[in-house]
C-alpha cells in the first residue's frame, strides 16, 4: 500500500486548507485511515481518523469543531478539511493506515502545512 499526502501550504490565521490522501496498492478494504501531524521539536501526534466501514471518526480535542476527516471509496482518498487554522496547526502532516483495527501498518510521505500569524 502507497500513500500519498498532498495538499498543504502556507496559509494565514483564520483560512483553511484540505489535506489529501491518495492510497494505491490496496487489494482490500482497510480498517481506517488516519492523520497524524509532527510539529517541529514535538512528538507525532494524532489528529483524526476514520473508519472506513460505517465512516465513523475520531477526533483530537485540538482540532474537534475546526477539522473534518471524511472518504471518498471509489477515489481510495481521505480527506482533511481543516478551516479556522491557527498557528498551532503548523505542522507536517502524514496519512496513515490502518489495515485491521490493530496498529498504523503504512505511512504516507508528509505534507507541509504553516499557518502565519
Do not use: H
Not at 3 to 19: D, E, I, P
Not at 43 to 62: H, M, P, Q
Not at 65 to 71: D, K, L, N, P, V
Request: charged fraction near 20%; aromatic fraction near 12%.
Amino acid at each position: 500500500v502507497q500513500l500519498q499526502a498532498s495538499g498543504g501550504g502556507l496559509v494565514q490565521a483564520g483560512g483553511s486548507l484540505r489535506l489529501s490522501c491518495a492510497a494505491s496498492g490496496r487489494t482490500f478494504s482497510s480498517y481506517s485511515t488516519g492523520w497524524f501531524r509532527q510539529a517541529p521539536g514535538k512528538e507525532r501526534e494524532f489528529v483524526a481518523a476514520i473508519v472506513w466501514s460505517g465512516g465513523r471518526t475520531y477526533y483530537a480535542d485540538s482540532v474537534k469543531g475546526r477539522f473534518t476527516i471524511s472518504r471518498d471509496a471509489a477515489k481510495n482518498t481521505v480527506y482533511l478539511q481543516m478551516n479556522s487554522l491557527k498557528s498551532e496547526d503548523t505542522a507536517v502532516y502524514y496519512c496513515a493506515e490502518n489495515l485491521r483495527g490493530t496498529k498504523y501498518d503504512y505511512w504516507g510521505q508528509g505534507t507541509q502545512v504553516t499557518v502565519s500569524s
